[in-house]
């Protein structure tokens, strides 16, 4: 049984260690987990603190060889524990097989009084060694005086069955003795009843320390789930320390591209310094926790050694009990086989449970220091990681002193960039102003000019349209007439008889009234011949074009077929002043159509220019630090598809430069052309 002692005793310590590590008081040694990257984790005092920050780096390896060391004496008191586990077992085998034999012995011989006294003593013994294993229910002198009255009854009840067996013989002599027995069988009535009530006190006793006994198992049991909880949180808390020491390493390969590709803002320097001090110092304190941890692993062994000696100590005390309570068990003697039989029956399924709660426990144990050993390999790991952390470091240092070399230079070139810029800006705002100040008296002109030219525009072409139709007429009269001259040729010599007769006829008649008469007939073929010969044949002006009146006119003779030379003449000139007419219009038109699409071109690039002004009033404002981090981020980004946009109205560009900067996004210029475009001046 001290071996099974031993074993609660190390379970026991084990799970005092993850309940102060779950459940943390002020004067436990425990400290709360920490998250990665967490700078208040593992800080129990300012004294403490100070002094692992003092001594956590040169320390480490010293205290990494302790815990080493301090784990090989875990691990041989483990083995001496496995070892006193097997004696235990085999102690219980044989106790199990005793137990059996006297129980089987005892059934087949019940009148064997002192074995069975013998055997009952074993038998209580053990099965309050199995209630009560670490001393719960200690022994006071509360149960010696209830045990007291068992001795006494236990005596009397001898004493009455050797009497009740004596007496069938003194009974034949007579009938005196009768009174006597009747007296002596009421006192045995009353004896039982009395041990019958013990018999109830200590059934719920028994129960009690049951109760006690599994409720002390759910507590283990608890606690075996709190350690393995506390290992599996180690695990993750070291895996976590892997992924962060990773993400540091991925961190610290960025500065590097970073720093080799860097470029000339003071800005982005000083937040590359920044972001090597946060990794160093995130280093720094993830050795304190480290060490801190390391501290509180050694004290929390030293607590479980201390704890094991008490429970040595009072497992010397429960021994010395245990034999005052075999002396004491010894002297009582039970009320009947059968109750003897179930109690022993009791006891081997108590020792059955015992025996299949101590193998639980072994492979309980088995798992945690399977679990104790990974840890170790984890911790030795990360001893190695943060050995390349340093390393590292060291380098990072080397690093960072020359970027604050190369950062001097960048920094003189940044101050010679920004004073050519600040003098571009000016001359570019000077002459935004002036410009905006031109275009402001340009526009309003360059307006009216454009719409008395869509004016001019929309009348010319309502003119050619007319002229157009007229035109059309005047082609459709001119086939009239052709068709009218073809059909006269056969009576053109009679008609021309006719009309000398009857001028001749008319001249001698109206001689005296054809002078005073200006519409008379003889004047109106004069006026009528002469009217070809006196029309210009081009129109100097659109005014006296739209003026001009149609050229078809009848014979003073109220005939059209009465002089047909007069006709065709009429014809041909109609037709010769339309075309000259209609080419004349075309020249106007053309002309209109040329002026207004110089007026366009014109409007097109003043609009332009006024866009650009606007865009360049609008960089004036622009802030300087998110344009950085705008462009930086362009550069970086494999994708620059979704921030094409943000580019775009950061920097105001035109549809042609966004158009040829999307051209461009898969090659290796565009991030010349962007800060080309931003401090060399580009014209926009």
């Known amino acids: 049984m001290f071996n099974t002692l031993l074993k609660k005793a190390s379970e026991s310590s084990f799970a005092a260690l993850a309940g102060e590590a779950l459940d943390p008081r002020p004067g436990s040694p425990a400290a709360p987990r920490r998250q990665p990257g967490s700078p208040q984790a593992g800080q129990h005092s300012s004294a403490g603190t100070s002094a692992r920050k003092a001594s956590s780096k040169p320390c480490c390896p010293n205290r990494n060889q302790q815990l080493a060391k301090n784990a090989d004496q875990l691990k041989d008191e483990n083995e001496a524990l496995n070892e006193e586990l097997r004696e235990a077992r085999a102690v219980i085998q044989a106790m199990r097989g005793s137990l059996e034999d006297k129980a089987t012995d005892e059934f087949l011989s019940p009148k064997q009084d002192t074995e069975n006294e013998t055997f009952a003593t074993q038998a209580t013994i053990t099965a309050v060694t199995l209630e009560d294993p670490l001393g719960a229910a200690p022994i006071n002198g509360s149960d010696e005086s209830e045990r007291a009255p068992e ?22 002599s007579g009938d005196s003795g009768t009174s006597d027995l009747e007296e002596k069988i009421k006192d045995l009535t009353q004896q039982l009843a009395a041990k019958s009530e013990q018999c109830q006190q200590l059934e719920k006793s028994h129960e009690e320390r049951a109760h006690e006994l599994s409720k002390q198992k759910t507590d283990h049991e608890e606690k075996m789930k709190k350690m393995k909880a506390i290992f599996a949180a180690a695990n993750k808390n070291l895996n976590e320390y892997r992924q962060s020491i990773a993400a540091k390493d991925e961190e610290i390969a960025e500065l590097k591209t970073q720093l080799e590709n860097r470029s000339p803002s003071e800005e982005q320097s000083s937040e590359q310094n920044q972001l090597i001090q946060d990794l160093e110092a995130e280093l720094k304190k993830q050795s304190e926790v480290a060490a801190a941890k390391l501290q509180q692993m050694e004290s929390k062994y030293k607590q479980s050694n201390a704890q094991l000696e008490n429970l040595k100590v009072e497992y010397q005390q429960y021994k010395q009990r245990a034999s005052t309570l075999l ?27 015992e025996n299949s709660e101590l193998q639980e426990s072994e492979s309980k ?10 840890a170790m390999d984890q911790i030795a790991s990360l001893e190695s990681s943060q050995e390349m952390s340093r390393r590292q470091e060291r380098q990072q240092a080397r690093q960072l002193k020359d970027l604050e070399r190369s950062l001097k ?31 402001g008296g340009n526009t309003k002109h360059i307006e009216e000019r454009l719409a008395k030219k869509e004016e001019e525009n929309a009348e010319l072409h309502r003119i050619l349209d007319r002229s157009n139709d007229e035109l059309s007429a005047a082609r459709q009269e001119i086939q009239n007439l052709r068709d009218i001259i073809s059909n006269s040729e056969a009576s053109e010599q009679e008609s021309k008889v006719l009309a000398q007769l009857q001028i001749s006829t008319s001249l001698g008649a109206r001689t005296s009234n054809s002078q005073n008469d200006p519409e008379s007939p003889i004047s109106r073929p004069s006026s009528s011949m002469s009217l070809p010969s006196e029309r210009p044949l081009v129109y100097p002006t659109l005014a006296e074009l739209l003026a001009a009146k149609p050229l078809v006119e009848r014979s003073p003779f109220g005939e059209t077929n009465a002089v047909p030379s007069v006709t065709a003449s009429l014809s041909s000139t109609k037709e010769k002043e339309y075309q000259v007419k ?103």
């Open 151 to 172: 001795k006494a009854g236990g005596a009397t009840l001898s004493s009455v069955t050797s009497e009740a067996a004596a007496e069938p013989r003194e009974s034949s």
């Open 365 to 374: 144990k088995s798992a945690l220091e399977g679990e104790l050993q990974l």
């Open 327 to 353: 002396q004491q068990q010894r002297e009582a003697v039970h009320a009947d086989d059968d109750s003897k039989l179930k109690d022993l029956q009791n006891q081997l399924e108590a020792l059955t449970k």
């Open 409 to 439: 230079d960048a920094q003189h070139e940044r101050i010679a960039a920004e004073t050519r810029l600040a003098s571009l800006q000016e001359l570019r705002a000077a002459e935004a102003q002036n410009m905006m100040q031109e275009l």
């Open 582 to 684: 209609l080419q004349h219009l075309t020249e106007l038109l053309n002309e209109s159509e040329a002026n207004h699409q110089r007026l366009l071109e014109q409007e097109k690039v003043l609009k332009e220019e006024i866009r650009n002004l606007d865009r360049s009033e609008k960089r004036q404002g622009l802030n300087v630090d998110y344009l950085k981090n705008v462009v930086l981020k362009f550069l970086e980004a494999s994708d620059r598809e979704p921030l094409l946009p943000v580019l775009t109205t950061v920097l105001q560009l035109s549809p042609t430069e966004v158009a040829s900067l999307r051209k461009k996004t898969a090659q290796p210029s565009t991030s010349s052309m962007v800060l080309g475009g931003l401090f060399g001046g580009g014209g926009h």
